[in-house]
Structure formats: structure tokens, C-alpha cells
């Protein structure tokens, strides 16, 4: 049985709206690249024809992955219990280290996205937060070593 994949709402557009760019577009554009490439003669000794053949596979393997994840989705619920950090939840923490306060919104793997505040819950940081209350201080082991965070607030 195929791994259950939790998103939110918006994590759930987005994917659905990747897939159905990629199955019109992205087909459109890649099969026009083939066209044109295929008019500059061998195919044999023609590097534009192999490079859009390559990202046609790309594509297709790309929708096949989409298709597989929306497959098995989960969905996250928008009343989620602002208790404790769960999936679907937005925390503020206070980094200790850094003194500085951060703020996430802990999502599954599939829609995470750091660089735009989205941690998922696998990582070691979501793991660090899971389950926590407002107040508490919890450890987060990371690449980068251990990081001590204060939860500020959390919200939905």
C-alpha cells in the first residue's frame, strides 16, 4: 500500500494545478520542441532532439509522480486543535541561539518548502515542534547541530 500523502488545501491546488499544467503545456511545449528539433536532420547526431526527448521523459515521469501522490492524499483539516503544533498549524518560535523569532506552518513532506516558511513534519525541526504547547522549549537536532526554540504561539 502506497504511503499516505498529507496536504493542506493549498498544498493540494497546487499540486493538482502542476498536473494538469504539466499534461497540457508542458506536453504542448515539449512535443513543438521535438517537432522542430526533428527538422534539423539525423536524429543520430542531433543534441536539441536528444535534450527535448530527455525532458519530455522528465515531464512524464513528473505526471506519473503527481498522479501517484494525488492517488493517496490525506487531507489536512482547516479546524485543526491549536493546542499543541500538529500538522496544518502555524507556530511562532523564539530561536534562542539567534534570538530571533521565526515562524513555520508545519505541513507534510509533500508541500514542504523551508525557504518559504513551509517545515514539514518529518524534519527535524517539525519533529522538534510536534506535539508541543505554547510555552514550552523544545531541541531540535539539525545538520547544522542542535537548535533550542520557545514556542511563542500557535494558531491555525
Not at 1 to 20: C, H, P
Not at 54 to 83: C, P, S, Y
Not at 110 to 122: F, H, T, V, Y
Request: glycine share 8%; net charge negative.
Amino acid at each position: 500500500m502506497a504511503k499516505s500523502i498529507q496536504l493542506t488545501k493549498d498544498g493540494l491546488e497546487k499540486l493538482k494545478g502542476e498536473l494538469e499544467r504539466l499534461r497540457t503545456v508542458g506536453r504542448t511545449e515539449i512535443a513543438d520542441k521535438i517537432r522542430v528539433a526533428r527538422g534539423y536532420g539525423d536524429l543520430s547526431e542531433n543534441s536539441e532532439y536528444d535534450e527535448a526527448k530527455n525532458e519530455q521523459a522528465k515531464i512524464e515521469a513528473r505526471i506519473i509522480e503527481l498522479e501517484k501522490m494525488l492517488e493517496n492524499v490525506t487531507l489536512i483539516e482547516d479546524d485543526v486543535n491549536t493546542d499543541t503544533v500538529t500538522i496544518g498549524v502555524t507556530v511562532t518560535v523564539f530561536d534562542e541561539e539567534f534570538e530571533e523569532e521565526l515562524t513555520y506552518r508545519v505541513v507534510g513532506s509533500a508541500e514542504a518548502d523551508p525557504m518559504n516558511g513551509l517545515i514539514s513534519d518529518d524534519s527535524p525541526v517539525g519533529r522538534a515542534l510536534l506535539g508541543s504547547t505554547v510555552g514550552s522549549e523544545v531541541m531540535a537536532e539539525t545538520p547544522m547541530g542542535e537548535i533550542k526554540f520557545k514556542i511563542l504561539n500557535i494558531s491555525k
